[in-house]
Each structure stands twice: as structure tokens, then as C-alpha cells.
């Protein structure tokens, strides 16, 4: 059974930077399709970004290109999130994701098995 927990949330300033962490337990995170998602009050789970199991392959939201970088260390079992120019309209909550192999990145959240619990981002302005 594969088990993800995030940390590294917070309450933030327009304009800041955060990490995300992911650890996954259980498995081996080069496995698989690794990715992050969040969600905001009455909205819909939302993909942020991405990377292959191979880590060849990443992908991003059109709302956090050029803002937000996934990474993964592999003998760690992390993955990580890095949010820079963080805005107000980033406050949500943010999840970790495991999916099967993919040559290339899964972008919908039905693709991914595998959910931690969130934590929680809040940007103000």
C-alpha cells in the first residue's frame, strides 16, 4: 500500500516562495507518475504539475507556468513542489498524487491511485 503525506503549506505575502514536500512511503516513488494537484473552496481539483516515473517528462498547469517546479530524489522517496510569485488566486489546498507508469505525464486527477491528505496553501495579498 502506497502512502503520500505533504508538508510545507503555510500562510504567505503575495510575491513569496514555498515548498511542497511529498513522501511517499511504501514504494519506491520512481515507480511512478508522480504529480500535484490542488483545490480551492467550490472549485474543482485542479493539476498544478507533473513528472513522468522516469522523470523525463514534466508538465504544468497554465495558471503556474513558469512559476512552479516539481522535482523528485529518488533515494529520498520525495517529491517536491516549488511555488515562486506566489498569488492570492494559489490559495488552496495541495495534493500529492501517485499514478501507474507513463512514458509521459498524466494530467487528470482520475489517472493517479494514490492521494495524500493536503496541506494547506494560503496566499494573501
Known amino acids: 500500500q502506497v502512502q503520500l503525506a505533504e508538508s510545507g503549506g503555510g500562510s504567505v505575502q503575495a510575491g513569496a516562495s514555498l515548498r511542497l514536500a511529498c513522501v511517499v512511503s511504501?514504494?519506491?516513488?520512481?515507480?511512478?507518475?508522480m504529480a500535484w494537484f490542488r483545490q480551492a473552496p467550490g472549485k474543482e481539483r485542479e493539476f498544478v504539475g507533473g513528472?513522468?516515473?522516469?522523470?523525463?517528462?514534466?508538465d504544468y498547469g497554465d495558471s503556474v507556468k513558469g512559476r512552479c517546479t516539481i522535482s523528485k530524489d529518488n533515494a529520498k522517496n520525495m517529491v517536491y513542489l516549488q511555488m515562486s510569485r506566489l498569488k492570492p488566486e494559489d490559495t488552496a489546498i495541495y495534493y500529492c498524487?501517485?499514478?501507474?507508469?507513463?512514458?509521459?505525464?498524466?494530467?487528470?486527477?482520475?489517472?493517479?491511485?494514490?492521494w495524500g491528505q493536503g496541506t494547506q496553501v494560503t496566499v494573501s495579498s
Open positions: 511504501g514504494r519506491t516513488v520512481s515507480e511512478y507518475a
Open positions: 498524487a501517485a499514478g501507474p507508469l507513463y512514458i509521459r505525464v498524466w494530467t487528470v486527477s482520475y489517472k493517479y491511485d494514490y
Open positions: 513528472m513522468s516515473y522516469s522523470s523525463a517528462f514534466t
